[in-house]
């Protein structure tokens, strides 16, 4: 399978081999378990009212997977081959510099992982867990332990 040079942010969902993840193929960002600290902010949304100590220690979390998956693109652009060797992943048709691409693909992953996996994720979450203790709030006949939880 062809890789274009700039496409670092797209997920596989195939799990990698021992020898694709030797080759450098392997992400450890998309590829491990490590993809779900970017999903900790969503933990902290949804508990915001029960725990709201956990709410920013989560951000920090999610935003840290972020940029570290931001700096690991920017820096596999620049330096790591897709075969394996120690230069940047140019294609003969790419004029721009090895620096410029690395700029692109750290600024495009560091977009694209705070909107997707941050930002519109936890506005959501957020929006739907007001909107249900405003809601459970206005609901008489329940039972205390559900309107305090």
């Known amino acids: 399978m062809t890789k274009h040079p700039m496409a670092t942010h797209l997920h596989q969902d195939a799990p990698k081999t021992d020898d694709e993840q030797k080759s450098g193929n392997y992400n450890i960002f998309r590829d491990s378990l490590l993809r779900y600290c970017g999903y900790a902010n969503e933990v902290g949304e949804s508990f915001r009212y029960q725990?709201?100590?956990?709410?920013?220690?989560?951000?920090?979390l999610a935003f840290g997977y972020c940029l570290a998956d931001s700096i690991s693109a920017g820096y596999q652009e620049l330096y790591v081959k897709e075969d394996g060797g120690n230069e940047g992943t140019s294609?003969?048709?790419?004029?721009?510099?090895?620096?410029?691409?690395?700029?692109?693909?750290?600024?495009?992953?560091?977009?694209?992982?705070?909107?997707?996996?941050?930002?519109?994720?936890?506005?959501?979450i957020n929006t739907i867990v007001r909107a249900t203790r405003f809601s459970v709030a206005r609901t008489a006949g329940l039972p205390l332990a559900v309107t305090t939880w």
């Open 51 to 60: 725990y709201p100590k956990f709410v920013a220690p989560s951000y920090a």
């Open 91 to 124: 294609s003969k048709y790419d004029t721009r510099s090895n620096e410029t691409r690395a700029a692109i693909a750290f600024f495009d992953t560091l977009l694209w992982q705070s909107l997707a996996s941050v930002a519109i994720p936890g506005g959501v």
